[in-house]
């Protein structure tokens, strides 16, 4: 087994910061077990399998990786810094961020949030289509429909943590039927389907790119609206000033009544908006 020591700027909220990624994903790729973080990996050809802790002694966090993914061993110990969004200074970014009322108060209970991000940008992308529009839990059923007919097998030792997350060369070879009878709208499969294939084809690409340009090609697909587009750019993009403004649970938490007037309201956690927007979501999560 190898071990990945990563450091990251304190504080560190690890456990909301895990409980986000677990609750909107699917159990046999993803998933808690105690206070370590388990999950499969697909990268390039190479299949295997993490587990991650804190150590909060050492402002670290310690990554059990499975001996198949030596071969990608490099790329993926950067791509675990995003997925935890360890290079973030929360110290600056909150600092920032105390200085609207409702804010401060949420960082003074919750301080050290991340931006939860993500391993694969087309698994998020995925994700935030499968979320427009409906709850966490329904949106994670149809995700758990995705990994079971998409996802590979892939041996861990951790009991039904035991496929991988959908990739696109997957989705976009299926008849689109395929995709409707998961549980999907012709619409949404077809959204879901034209994002798979132009990712596929390279034309484009999610992975590499200027976020502003990539949101812009994203928009262009039928079915992906500011909300969605806006929720890549946060998860999937790094787009740290990024906000689905239209989000209900912002709305509440806010106390307005419509998409532009949260765009007004957070003119001035610029440029950290989806840090702002995480806290609130935090915030409502716990019962607030």
């Known amino acids: 087994m190898i071990v990945l020591y990563l450091s990251y700027h304190p504080p560190l909220a690890w456990k909301a910061l895990v409980s986000f990624l677990c609750s909107r994903s699917n159990f046999r790729v993803e998933r808690l077990n105690g206070d370590r973080y388990?999950?499969?990996?697909?990268?390039?050809?190479?299949?295997?399998?993490?587990?991650?802790r804190q150590d909060a002694v050492h402002h670290q966090i310690d990554v059990a990786v499975s001996p198949s993914l030596l071969p990608c061993l490099t790329q993926l110990q950067t791509r675990l810094r995003i997925l935890f969004d360890l290079d973030a200074n929360p110290v600056v970014i909150e600092a920032h961020l105390k200085h609207d009322k409702i804010l401060k108060q949420l960082i003074t209970h919750s301080p050290g949030l991340r931006v939860p991000r993500?391993?694969?940008?087309?698994?998020?992308?995925?994700?935030?289509?499968?979320?427009q529009q409906v709850t966490v839990k329904a949106a994670t059923t149809l995700f758990g429909r995705f990994v079971a007919t998409f996802g590979k097998p892939v041996d861990t030792p951790f009991p039904e943590l035991d496929r991988t997350g959908p990739v696109a060369s997957a989705i976009a070879n299926a008849r689109l039927q395929t995709i409707i009878d998961l549980g999907l709208t012709q619409r949404?499969?077809?959204?879901?389907?034209?994002?798979?294939?132009?990712?596929?084809?390279?034309?484009?690409?999610?992975?590499?790119?200027?976020?502003?340009?990539?949101?812009?090609?994203?928009?262009?697909?039928?079915g992906i609206g500011p909300w969605t587009a806006q929720y890549i750019a946060m998860r999937a993009l790094g787009d740290s000033n990024a906000i689905p403004a239209s989000d209900l649970g912002l709305i509440r938490a806010l106390q307005v009544e419509k998409p532009g007037e949260v765009l007004y309201r957070t003119e001035k956690w610029q440029p950290w908006r989806?840090?702002?927007?995480?806290h609130l979501w935090h915030h409502l999560s716990a019962g607030g």
Do not use: C, M
């Not at 990996?41 to 991650?52: P, S, V």
């Not at 990712?199 to 090609?217: C, M, N």
């Not at 989806?274 to 995480?278: E, K, L, P, S, V």
């Open 38 to 52: 388990l999950r499969t990996i697909k990268l390039n050809n190479d299949t295997g399998w993490i587990t991650a």
């Open 118 to 131: 993500t391993l694969d940008t087309f698994e998020l992308s995925l994700r935030a289509i499968l979320g």
């Open 188 to 222: 949404r499969a077809s959204t879901i389907h034209q994002l798979a294939q132009k990712v596929v084809e390279g034309t484009l690409g999610l992975e590499h790119g200027d976020p502003a340009q990539i949101i812009e090609q994203l928009r262009e697909l039928s």
């Open 274 to 278: 989806a840090y702002g927007a995480i």
